[in-house]
């Protein structure tokens, strides 16, 4: 079983960016398919990205595309969420999130995970 811990949250003002980390630890990351989702206050749990087990492909959802990015070091065994002009609706608890050998689309499910991380908050101040 992969464990997973987030960090990198913090407070930031709007337009301002931030790097979450997610380190793995129990697997290597290559077996897996690796997100984001996020919890607002108040807020149901909302997928924000996915990059695939084989690596080669990223998606987001609609209100993150073109700000945040997903990557991944196999070798460090980290996944990376990098947020930039962030806006106060950006302000959650961020999870990161394991499922071996998923596709993307069951993966925005938010079903069946192998593994998910603690959470790391997230505060966009306006």
């Known amino acids: 079983q992969v464990q997973l811990v987030e960090s990198g949250g913090g407070l930031v003002q709007a337009g301002g960016s931030l790097r979450l980390s997610c380190a793995a630890s129990g697997r290597t990351l290559s077996d897996y398919a690796m997100g984001w989702f996020r919890r607002a206050p108040g807020k149901e749990r909302e997928f924000v990205g996915v990059?695939?087990?084989?690596?080669?492909?990223?998606y987001y959802i609609d209100s993150v595309k073109g700000r945040f990015t997903i990557s991944r070091d196999i070798a460090k065994n980290t996944l990376y969420l990098q947020m930039n002009s962030l806006k106060p609706e950006d302000t959650a608890v961020y999870y990161c999130?394991?499922?071996?050998?998923?596709?993307?689309?069951?993966?925005?499910?938010?079903?069946?995970?192998?593994?998910w991380g603690k959470g790391t908050l997230v505060t966009v101040s306006s």
């Open positions: 999130a394991a499922r071996r050998y998923s596709d993307p689309v069951s993966f925005r499910g938010g079903n069946g995970m192998d593994s």
């Open positions: 990059i695939s087990w084989v690596g080669d492909s990223t």
